[in-house]
């Protein structure tokens, strides 16, 4: 008979990729590193359980969703109440976790954040991307972006002068954003990706922006938005990734624009500019050197 252990391991396996572990069948929720995240991360998740008929789930924080997993079919109604019953439970243990988890990172991020002084206009990312430092901050050689969820600072995403970026560990970003300029109501409100795209659109526009950080979470920002802001008009500024293949930029700004029901832009191209281009800031900067 196959090892149940083997068998859910290999079930994650087939997921994730080749995993150095061995999961732990005690019914408790344990973390571990997911191939292909940063090193040190721990974003996966998983819960395994070996008496009655062996079962579990997993799943990574970072990617969100969950599999479930039992050695063999319920072999009746029972059987399949408490693999369900399981699930559920492996459910609030995650949620209880992910919770704590980002409760934790906003106090660091809160404390990092009070402790830092006004971002310098001369740092290396903000020259090199041409932006003001508006609200920034610096701490060290770090930018900090602060990502809020209403008035609320939950998260901050640090930049290297080298243009790396960090989120706080298990902080949170589904529906959070970065505002640049005040957010009003009956006044326009802009959506992008990335900070320095926002900050392009505020500078050229005077418009207020919400930075969503990435193309996954423009929709969750815009209905947060439009329940904050009702009456305001919402415009998603997507990224147009021409060399991605399916274009994840473009494919995600228009999804946001259909689900709210609002408009949507991308960058003005006019057919000279290279085509690793991908949004309002880069086409900005190569316009400052080419024409």
Request: proline share 7%.
């Amino acid at each position: 008979m196959s090892d149940p252990v083997m068998m859910f391991r290999e079930a994650m396996q087939d997921v994730f990729g080749q995993l150095e572990l061995l999961p732990i069948p005690d019914g408790l929720i344990h973390r571990f590193h997911v191939p292909g995240d940063k090193p040190g991360a721990r974003n996966g998740w998983y819960v395994l359980y070996l008496d009655g008929i062996a079962s579990g789930a997993f799943g990574s924080w970072k990617a969100s969703g969950s599999s479930s997993w039992s050695s063999r079919r319920p072999a009746d109604h029972l059987e399949a109440q408490l693999v369900a019953q399981r699930v559920e439970q492996a459910k609030r243990q995650r949620e209880a976790e992910q919770h704590q988890r980002q409760q934790g990172a906003a106090v660091e991020a809160i404390g990092l954040w009070r402790a830092a002084g006004l971002a310098d206009p001369d740092h290396p990312y903000l020259i090199r991307k041409g932006c003001q430092p508006h609200i920034l901050r610096q701490h060290g050689a770090e930018l900090l972006v602060p990502l809020f969820m209403g008035r609320q600072l939950v998260n901050l995403q640090r930049i290297r002068p080298d243009g790396a970026k960090r989120f706080m560990p298990g902080g949170r970003v589904t529906g959070c954003y970065s505002p640049i300029g005040r957010l009003e109501t009956a006044q326009p409100i802009y959506i992008c990706e990335g900070w320095a795209t926002g900050a392009t659109i505020h500078e050229a526009k005077g418009a207020a922006v919400a930075c969503a950080m990435n193309a996954g979470n423009l929709l969750a920002v815009g209905e947060r938005l439009r329940r904050a802001y009702p009456e305001s008009p919402l415009i998603v500024a997507g990224d147009d990734d021409r060399m991605t293949e399916g274009n994840p930029g473009r494919t995600a700004a228009n999804r946001a624009a259909v689900t709210l029901g609002c408009g949507v832009v991308f960058p003005p191209w006019s057919g000279a500019e290279p085509m690793e281009l991908s949004d309002f800031n880069d086409l900005r900067q190569w316009r400052e050197t080419h024409q």
